[in-house]
């Protein structure tokens, strides 16, 4: 017999870039991002969430933008668009029409006598034309209203000229006390290349969320208070479906929709746990891990297939062996598969998978490995 929750529309979604109903563990980010909009002092006014992929920056974006106040001009920006030009266009289009028109056309610069005279002409003068004037016109308007402005970044980029125009330009936006704040989101190794530039040394000062996988007590509680008017499920096997997610927000988001979807359509409870797992294991596989370990080196994948070989974290002097490296090249390939995310240290001495069931894709797939 079918459940009546088929009825009800499923409150986890799997897809990237969407937010879910059922978002857990990040609103203590959340809230301290909104306060510091009150607080020029806070760490929080400039905010680097990193994380790796699937692991909710995007839905921590959505999540914000749904309660950051009207008082507050909204800058969205994706590292696709024509950042800058995006950027003039969202705060002008924000701006009330009566003062879209206050904003001066550009003007020429004439020397008049003993000074200098602006008068309107149709050449402009190039220091009209840079970023930071064109920024700061509009955000001189958006002050006489009392508006602030909230850059949020999704899928930041490792140093591109645009972005690195706008990030200093915002230094200076932040010495010259304008109401700005900052949310960008990026992958680790990203995050970390920007911060090792020398010409924006500011962000280091910047507030760093990690974001780590969730507790399994919170999912756990989740789970139990969404599946809690499904009759073909005891609760007992909806723990046992939060464990298998392991913390992994992705994970959480896709056993979460299959699960939901098996017990709609009347599905036993054992066949639907099982059946939400493959399913999930399907999805995490490709749109995860193998896009990860496509993109390592060939050496690190080296050592990423000798890491599966052992059934908790892996010594790095045996990995030094098994792979046919020194131990200084054993130090650098660590630092950097680290900085992507992909492991991390499990104790001296010992690293392990950062992603849940990275090892069981790699045991999975390894014959389809070519490099």
Do not use: C
């Not at 809230?31 to 909009?37: F, G, H, N, V």
């Not at 409870?269 to 493959?278: D, G, P, R, T, V």
């Not at 950062?354 to 014959?367: A, D, Q």
């Amino acid at each position: 017999m079918k459940s009546d929750k088929k009825q009800l529309s499923n409150p986890y979604n799997p897809s990237f870039g969407n937010k879910p109903e059922r978002f857990i563990g990040r609103e203590l980010i959340v809230q301290e991002i909104i306060w510091a909009l009150d607080n020029p002092n806070s760490p929080w006014r400039t905010t680097l969430v990193i994380g790796v992929r699937g692991s909710g920056k995007t839905a921590l974006l959505n999540d914000l933008m749904d309660v950051i106040p009207k008082k507050v001009i909204v800058v969205s920006i994706t590292p696709e668009s024509d950042i800058l030009n995006d950027l003039l266009g969202q705060i002008h289009r924000a701006l009330p029409q009566k003062i879209q028109t206050k904003i001066p056309k550009l003007a020429k610069v004439t020397f008049a006598g003993t000074g200098f005279e602006l008068k309107t002409d149709d050449q402009e003068p190039e220091y009209t034309k840079t970023f930071r004037y064109q920024v700061t016109t509009m955000l001189e308007q958006a002050k006489t209203l009392g508006l602030k402005i909230m850059f949020l970044i999704d899928g930041t980029q490792k140093k591109s000229p645009e972005m690195r125009t706008f990030l200093a330009t915002y230094q200076h936006m932040i010495r010259e006390k304008y109401e700005v704040n900052l949310v960008m989101a990026g992958l680790p190794d990203v995050i970390s290349d920007i911060l090792n530039d020398d010409q924006l040394t500011f962000l280091r000062r910047s507030f760093q969320a990690t974001l780590s996988d969730m507790d399994l007590s919170l999912v756990r509680k989740d789970f139990l208070d969404a599946f809690s008017s499904f009759s073909n499920i005891d609760d007992r096997t909806i723990v046992e479906a939060a464990n298998q997610t392991k913390g992994y927000p992705y994970m959480i988001q896709l056993i979460g929709y299959f699960l939901w979807s098996n017990l709609a359509n009347g599905m036993d409870k054992q066949s639907a746990i099982e059946n939400s797992l493959s399913l999930s294991l399907t999805f995490l596989y490709r749109n995860v891990h193998k896009l990860l370990f496509d993109a390592l080196p060939n050496k690190e994948k080296e050592i990423a297939l000798a890491m599966a070989e052992d059934s908790g974290p892996s010594k790095m002097a045996e990995l030094i062996t098994r792979v046919g490296i020194t131990k200084n090249q054993a130090s650098t390939y660590r630092i950097r598969m680290i900085d992507r995310g992909y492991i991390e240290s499990a104790g001296r001495g010992l690293v392990s998978f950062r992603i849940p069931y990275t090892k069981e894709y790699i045991e999975t797939e390894s014959e389809n490995f070519y490099f």
